[in-house]
């Protein structure tokens, strides 16, 4: 008795899992856009600007120096913002889980909090989870 009848049933249901899985993660890094970028405004300390003001698109969420800074001094202000993409430091020291971690709880790998101006977020896994998933997305 051949297998191939059975093996046909199957792939529709692989198919579809694939899609669901495939279409999932492109609503999530969706997602993680919309709340990068519409929501928290990462960008205005992440992406450096131009002498007029706009975006360096191609420099999205890679670091940049900090355009203001605080009327009186605030301890442990940091006059940058780091790269946030996969390619920069920080991505490479905590990984996927240390980011999604920090997200949640904003502490670092280590325990830390990350200095001002750098609001100390604490996201659902679903949210933190969307955000990386976006920042992985970028090059």
């Given amino acids: 008795m051949s297998?191939?009848?059975e093996l046909r049933k199957l792939l529709p249901l692989g198919l579809a899992a694939f899609a669901i899985l495939a279409f999932g993660q492109d609503d999530r890094v969706a997602r993680g856009k919309y709340l990068v970028e519409e929501v928290a405004?990462?960008?205005e300390c992440h992406t450096p600007?131009?002498?007029n003001g706009n975006f360096i698109k191609s420099m999205w969420m890679k670091g940049s120096t900090m355009n203001l800074m605080p009327a009186a001094p605030v301890a442990g202000w940091h006059p940058a913002a780091p790269d946030v993409?996969?390619?920069g430091a920080l991505w490479k020291r905590w990984g996927e889980e240390g980011m999604v971690a920090f997200l949640e709880t904003g502490k670092?790998?280590?325990g830390g909090t990350a200095g001002p101006p750098m609001p100390t977020y604490t996201l659902k896994h679903d949210d933190a989870l969307?955000?990386?998933a976006f920042l992985k997305?970028?090059?």
Avoid: F, G
């Fill in 49 to 51: 600007k131009m002498d």
């Fill in 85 to 87: 993409t996969p390619n």
């Fill in 3 to 5: 297998k191939t009848p």
């Fill in 41 to 43: 405004k990462c960008q």
């Fill in 137 to 139: 997305s970028l090059q």
């Fill in 130 to 132: 969307a955000i990386v």
């Fill in 108 to 110: 670092t790998p280590r």
